[in-house]
């Protein structure tokens, strides 16, 4: 329970970093992941330091969210920061698949069809800013793509040997995609 509560603290920090530092005048997509992420954090930080399995739809919906909304949102200030600013709602589509993943959380009738979906897009969002960090040589963005990854992807890989750091890696991760993103975003 500490180091769930320890990793979920990781996470409203870093979205409060977020908050702190963006504006939502100058960068409305980045300071919305960072305001949904610390809802989410401060969501589950209350339920791990409760011990209690109330809310959980909320919750579950919550973490759909999480799940899908930060890269994309990242991706899109990253590109409106450059000179390929029209590409930059491209990662808009993403957002569309998150209706309906909320939409089969709360209909309790997600299916894999949907996930893997949402992989795809997700790497599709990895490469894409992947892609601007390198042309761009802001490696931040790189950072912020790997951190997804790992979020993703990652996290299971670890379940396999640590089975109770998954959810630990997960967490961490999307806190890096969120600190990762501003800081890039704030520095010049």
Known sequence: MFAEAVSYLVLVGASFYGLYALTPADQPYGYLAAAFCFIHGLISLVR???????????????MAIVEVLPLPLANIEFYRQTSQCGLAFIHGISLILLLYDVMGSLGDD??????????????????????????????????????????????????YFLPSAESHVDT?????IIGLMTYSLTSK
């Open 48 to 62: 791990t330091i409760q011990g209690s399995e109330d809310c959980a739809r909320s919750y579950f919906v919550s």
């Open 110 to 159: 997600g299916d894999r069809a949907t996930d893997t979906v949402k992989d795809l897009t997700l790497v599709g969002n990895i490469i894409s800013g992947t892609y601007l960090g390198i042309q761009e040589e802001k490696y931040f963005h790189v950072g912020a793509a790997a951190s997804a990854g790992i979020a993703r992807f990652g996290s299971h890989l670890v379940g």
């Open 172 to 176: 961490l991760s999307r806190a890096a």
